[in-house]
C-alpha cells in the first residue's frame, strides 16, 4: 500500500497519463464521417457563407462525384490568400480566426479532410503547457500541472473536440492562456504578464465571441478578490474592446443574421429544470460521456436502459465528487485560487440558464458551447488531488484511477461511432447512404439535393455523404424536380445500381411515374426516403 501511494505522489504516472491520452487524438481521427459543421468550416475557408452554394453548370447532367467533392479542395482551386481572406471577413460569423489561421494551415499541410482536423490536435497539444503553468501557479507544485494535463487529456470532452475540425479547441486554448495570464497579472502585477493578457484576450474574442463573458468573468475575480488592480484592468479592458470592436460593430449591424442563426435552439416551451439539467450535465461530460441520452429532457424519462442506469450511477458519484472538491478548495486552498475557479463557473451557469429561459432554449443542452467550463472543472479536481496525492492518501489515487478509466472508457466509446452527435442516431442516414454507394461497384446518384424539403440542407447533407464515400467511381445526376426521360440520360448496363437519394417531393413523384414498378422504396433505413432503381440490361 505504501509502494501505491508513493507512485501516485510522483509525476511520472501523470505524465504516463498525458501520453495515454495525446496519442488517442491520433486514434480512429479520420473513421468519423466529416459532417455538416466540419463541411461549413471548409467552406468558411474559402470565403463561402456557411452552407454549400452549388451552380446550375451540371444540372440535369450526369457527372463524375469528383465534380462535387472537389469544391472542398482549396489547394486545387489555387485561391489567392489575400482575396480569400478579405471574403472571409465580409462573411457574418462568430468565429473569424479559426478559417484565417486554417488558410495558412492547409497551404502548409494540405487540405485533405484529416489535414483540418490535426489542426485541432495540434492546437489541444498547444494547450497543455499553458494548463501545466496554470495549475502549477495557482497550487504551488509541477505535480498539479501533471494532475491538470493527464486530466485534460484524457477528457472525452475534450478528445470530442480535438478530433473535429471545428474552433472549440482552439478557443479552449485560447481561454487556458488568457486564464494563466490574468492569474499571473494578478499575481504578479508585471507589465509582460498584462501584455500577454490583452494579445490572447483579443485573439480569444476573434475565436468566439462568447470571450467577452470570460473577460467578464475576469473582472469580476479582479473587482473583488484583487480590488487594488481595478484601474489597472478597465485599462486593459478598454484595449481589448477598442481591437475587438471592428467586428463587434460588424455583429451588431448584422445582429439579425446572428439571432437567426440561434433560433433553432428554441422551443415552444421549456420546463425552468431543462436548462438547469444541461448545464450540469455538461459539467459531468468532461469526465464521462458515452451513452446516447439527455440531449432533450423527454429522454431523461423514457427508454430507460440499464447502460444509461449505470452511467447514471457513475455521474452522479462524479457530481458528488465535483462539489467535494468545491468544498474542499475553499476549506484548504489559497483565497485567490478558490476564487478564481469559482468565478469561472458560477457566472456561466448563471448566464446560460438565464438566457434559456428567458428565450425558451435549450443552448444548455449543447455542450460543446461552452467548453469553457471544462477548464475551471479540472482545476478544480486538480487542486484536491494534488494536495491529497501529496498526503499520500490512497482512496484519493483510487478516485484518480476511477477519473481516468471512466474517461478512457468514453473516449474508446465515442470512437466506435461514425458520426459525431451522441445525442441521436440521426446522422445514420448519411452514414448508410456513404456506406452503400462504397459498397456498389459504380453506382449512380439521382437526385435534386433537397433534405427534408430543405434545398439548403439538401446541399449539404448530399455533400456529407458523397465526401465520406471510399472510391470515385460514383455518378451524379443532379436533376431538376420537373425533368423529363430520365432514362435517356442513363446508359444502359453501365451502372451497377441506381439510386435515388435526397429527392425532393416534386421529384419523387415525378421519378416513380417515369420507373414505375422499377423504382423501388429501401426498407428499414435511418432518415429521409431512399429508392433503388432496377436497371435494365
Not at 148 to 161: D, G, Q
Not at 177 to 206: D, E, G, P, Q, R
Request: aromatic share 18%; hydrophobic share 50%.
Amino acid at each position: 500500500m505504501k509502494i501505491i501511494r508513493k507512485l501516485f505522489s510522483k509525476s511520472w504516472i501523470y505524465i504516463a497519463i498525458t501520453l495515454i491520452g495525446i496519442s488517442l487524438k491520433f486514434y480512429q481521427i479520420d473513421y468519423k464521417m466529416f459532417w455538416y459543421d466540419e463541411l461549413a468550416t471548409v467552406f468558411h475557408v474559402a470565403g463561402a457563407d456557411d452552407v454549400l452554394h452549388v451552380s446550375d453548370a451540371h444540372l440535369d447532367e450526369i457527372v463524375n462525384i469528383s465534380e462535387y467533392t472537389a469544391l472542398l479542395k482549396h489547394s486545387a482551386n489555387d485561391y489567392p490568400l489575400i482575396p480569400q481572406l478579405k471574403k472571409q471577413l465580409q462573411n457574418m460569423n462568430l468565429n473569424p480566426l479559426h478559417y484565417v489561421l486554417l488558410s495558412f494551415w492547409y497551404r502548409l499541410v494540405g487540405d485533405e479532410f484529416i489535414h483540418y482536423r490535426l489542426f485541432s490536435v495540434l492546437v489541444f497539444l498547444l494547450t497543455l503547457p499553458f494548463l501545466f503553468l496554470l495549475a502549477k501557479e495557482m497550487f504551488g507544485s509541477k505535480r498539479a500541472g501533471w494532475i491538470a494535463v493527464s486530466l485534460y487529456s484524457v477528457s472525452p470532452f475534450i478528445h470530442y473536440f480535438a478530433q473535429e475540425a471545428r474552433y472549440y479547441i482552439l478557443w479552449a486554448f485560447l481561454l487556458v492562456a488568457i486564464h494563466y495570464f490574468i492569474f499571473m497579472a494578478a499575481k504578479y502585477n508585471k507589465t509582460k504578464w498584462w501584455i500577454w493578457y490583452v494579445v490572447f484576450s483579443i485573439l480569444s474574442l476573434y475565436a468566439s465571441a462568447l470571450s467577452g463573458f470570460m473577460i467578464f468573468q475576469h473582472l469580476v475575480f479582479i473587482w473583488f478578490v484583487k480590488k487594488e488592480l481595478r484601474v489597472k484592468f478597465l485599462i486593459v479592458s478598454f484595449i481589448i474592446f477598442v481591437f475587438y470592436s471592428p467586428w463587434l460593430i460588424y455583429l451588431v449591424n448584422n445582429r439579425n443574421e446572428v439571432f437567426a442563426a440561434l433560433a433553432w435552439h428554441r422551443f415552444e416551451v421549456v420546463p425552468w429544470w431543462a436548462p438547469l439539467l444541461g448545464l450540469v450535465l455538461g459539467y459531468i461530460r468532461t469526465f464521462s460521456f458515452y451513452q446516447n441520452y439527455t440531449l432533450f429532457w423527454d429522454d431523461v424519462f423514457g427508454n430507460i436502459t440499464n447502460a444509461m442506469k449505470i452511467e447514471t450511477g457513475i455521474n452522479i458519484l462524479i457530481l458528488s465528487f465535483l462539489i467535494y472538491s468545491a468544498v474542499y478548495l475553499f476549506r484548504k486552498s489559497n483565497r485567490e485560487s478558490a476564487w478564481f475557479v469559482l468565478l469561472l463557473i458560477l457566472p456561466a451557469l448563471i448566464f446560460f440558464y438565464s438566457l434559456d429561459i428567458a428565450r425558451n432554449a435549450i443552448t444548455t443542452h449543447w455542450w460543446r458551447y461552452y467548453i469553457f467550463n471544462a477548464i475551471p472543472l479540472i482545476l478544480l479536481v486538480t487542486g484536491m488531488l494534488a494536495d491529497k496525492t501529496a498526503e499520500l492518501k490512497l482512496r484519493f489515487s483510487a478516485i484518480y484511477v476511477g477519473l481516468v478509466i471512466v474517461a478512457l472508457f468514453s473516449v474508446f466509446t465515442i470512437s466506435k461511432y461514425e458520426y459525431w452527435y451522441l445525442g441521436g442516431n440521426w446522422q445514420q442516414e448519411f452514414v448508410d447512404n456513404a456506406r452503400q454507394l462504397s459498397d456498389s461497384e459504380y453506382p449512380l446518384v439521382i437526385t435534386d439535393f433537397v433534405w427534408a424539403n430543405s434545398p439548403v440542407e439538401g446541399r449539404m447533407h448530399i455533400m456529407e455523404v458523397l465526401v465520406d464515400c471510399t472510391h470515385d467511381n460514383i455518378d451524379i445526376l443532379r436533376v431538376s424536380p420537373e425533368i423529363r426521360d430520365v432514362d435517356k440520360l442513363i446508359e444502359p448496363g453501365k451502372y451497377s445500381d441506381v439510386f435515388v437519394y435526397f429527392a425532393s417531393e416534386s421529384l419523387e413523384n415525378n421519378l416513380k411515374t417515369q420507373f414505375g414498378e422499377r423504382m423501388v422504396y429501401q426498407e428499414g433505413r435511418v432518415g429521409t426516403p431512399s429508392w433503388r432503381i432496377k436497371t435494365e440490361e
